[in-house]
């Protein structure tokens, strides 16, 4: 049991690390720095909860939440962040020291990689275009402030009920990405009927 609820934490960690890069990462070493009986964090994870490293992943969150809050400057922070997340989501899922005694570290940093990388790419990809090309652009910022504090939010809910908010997660994932699928299908069938519209 203490097993899958260490999954279920490292999922819902890694997925918020898809949304913002640091939050997670500084909610886990807040929490492991202040209240090491919730969360033991094992070597090398461990100096995430260093007091230097949590000022410096404080300073990243203000400069990544601020990046992503201002026009053309956002779109450039989701380049960077391409890269940036996903290591994120692997290092968040691989802290989890229940995960990382019990899987194999490789096992666990490539579920991390691919949770965080999935949830990115579907903000880059699909959500963000559509709220610029419906609202031209008005409703970024809005949707940026969502998107942090409910990374935030579930980043404390993967350690605190991490059962609870690890199903929500893999639920919510597996929606946005059948709805990109979706999405992505249908855009195509218009483009076929159109091209076979235009052979008639």
């Known amino acids: 049991?203490?097993?899958?609820?260490?999954?279920?934490?490292?999922?819902?960690?890694?997925a918020s690390?898809?949304?913002?890069?640091y939050i997670p990462l500084l909610v886990i070493g807040v929490i492991a720095h202040y209240f090491p009986n919730t969360l033991a964090l094992s070597q090398p994870f461990d100096l995430i909860a260093n007091p230097w490293i949590l000022i410096l992943l404080g300073?990243?969150?203000?400069?990544?939440?601020?990046?992503?809050?201002?026009?053309?400057?956002?779109?450039i922070n989701d380049l960077i962040q391409t890269v940036v997340r996903p290591v994120?989501?692997?290092i968040a899922f691989a802290a989890s020291a229940n995960v990382i005694t019990e899987v194999h570290?490789?096992?666990a940093l490539a579920c991390g990689l691919l949770v965080a990388g999935s949830v990115h790419a579907v903000k880059a990809a699909a959500v963000r275009p559509a709220v610029t090309a419906t609202t031209g652009g008005a409703g970024n910022v809005p949707v940026s402030i969502a998107e942090d504090i409910f990374a935030f939010l579930t980043s404390v809910l993967a350690i605190v009920i991490p059962l609870i908010m690890g199903t929500i997660t893999i639920v919510i994932l597996v929606l946005v990405i059948w709805?990109?699928?979706?999405r992505r299908e249908k855009a195509q069938a218009a483009r076929d009927t159109q091209l076979t519209g235009k052979k008639l």
């Open 59 to 75: 300073i990243l969150v203000i400069i990544e939440m601020v990046a992503d809050k201002v026009p053309a400057v956002n779109h």
């Open 88 to 90: 994120a989501g692997a």
């Open 179 to 182: 709805w990109w699928w979706d």
């Open 1 to 14: 049991m203490e097993l899958l609820l260490g999954v279920f934490s490292a999922f819902g960690l890694s």
């Open 17 to 21: 690390a898809g949304l913002n890069a």
């Open 105 to 107: 570290p490789v096992l």
